[in-house]
């Protein structure tokens, strides 16, 4: 493009110049006579003014050809920068979640080994593991008392009784024993088990320990 423009100003060099010349171009039927030329000076500040106008076209193409590769420029870094931010917050979110599992992960074994020590626990002393359950439920000491009376009639408060004549079983002495199972999967050995059922049992029967016990000093079961 500034190579034709300069071409084009240069043409100016054969314009016709004061008093109806042609610079440096003879017409037909002239001759070739001194008076005809074009004046040195003139000629000289055409071709100036050709290379002025040349040289600000050519400025003019380089400033453009800047303006385009810079606005090209910008826009390359501004995708850049998106892309950066896109995979940023990808990042962010995965690590989000990453740390959610873990959390996740960290309170099921603390919540497993809550229940595996609660369980040893129950194993060793049904009668603290059945207090706390107790408590639990609203109830206080006098009903704790009473339901101490009516397992240890019951079962002896051992997980394993069993009752060959009526396959009751357990400290709660379901009958039959399998009905625990709505309580746990192990309710054959799990002390726990049986005795969050037993309360159950008595709660929506009864309403309390010390009435399934009356119950049971009226009628010898409950």
């Given at each position: 493009?500034?190579?034709?423009?300069?071409?084009?100003a240069?043409?100016l060099?054969?314009?016709a110049t004061?008093?109806?010349?042609?610079?440096?171009?003879?017409l037909a039927g002239q001759?070739?006579?001194?008076?005809?030329?074009v004046?040195?000076?003139?000629?000289q500040a055409?071709?100036d003014e050709?290379?002025r106008v040349?040289?600000?076209?050519?400025q003019?193409y380089?400033?453009?050809?800047?303006?385009?590769q810079?606005?090209?420029?910008r826009q390359v870094?501004a995708?850049?920068?998106?892309?950066?931010?896109r995979?940023?917050e990808e990042?962010?979110?995965?690590?989000?979640?990453?740390?959610?599992?873990?959390a996740e992960r960290?309170?099921?074994?603390?919540?497993?080994?809550?229940?595996?020590?609660?369980?040893r626990?129950?194993?060793?002393?049904p009668?603290?593991?059945?207090?706390v359950?107790?408590?639990?439920?609203g109830?206080g000491?006098?009903q704790?008392?009473?339901?101490?009376?009516l397992w240890?009639?019951?079962?002896?408060?051992?997980p394993?009784?069993?009752?060959p004549t009526?396959?009751?079983y357990?400290?709660?002495?379901?009958?039959?024993?399998?009905?625990?199972?709505s309580?746990?999967?192990d309710?054959?050995?799990n002390?726990l088990t049986?005795?969050r059922?037993?309360?159950?049992y008595i709660e929506g029967?009864?309403?309390?320990?010390c009435?399934a016990?009356a119950?049971s000093?009226?009628?010898n079961?409950?």
């Open positions: 493009m500034p190579v034709l423009l300069a071409f084009a240069v043409g060099v054969g314009a004061p008093g109806g010349q042609t610079g440096g171009v003879r001759a070739g006579s001194a008076d005809h030329r004046d040195p000076e003139v000629a055409q071709r050709a290379h040349a040289v600000i076209v050519e003019q380089r400033a453009a050809e800047a303006w385009s810079g606005t090209r420029d870094r995708a850049v920068l998106a892309e950066q931010a995979l940023a990042a962010r979110r995965a690590e989000e979640e990453a740390r959610r599992l873990e960290l309170a099921e074994e603390a919540r497993r080994a809550e229940a595996e020590e609660a369980t626990n129950a194993v060793r002393d009668r603290g593991a059945a207090r359950l107790v408590a639990q439920h109830w000491e006098e704790f008392s009473c339901l101490d009376s240890m009639k019951e079962s002896g408060w051992n394993a009784a069993d009752n009526s396959s009751a357990g400290i709660p002495q379901a009958l039959p024993g399998r009905k625990m199972a309580a746990g999967a309710w054959e050995t002390p049986q005795i059922w037993g309360l159950g029967r009864y309403g309390s320990p009435a016990w119950h000093r009226s009628h079961w409950y």
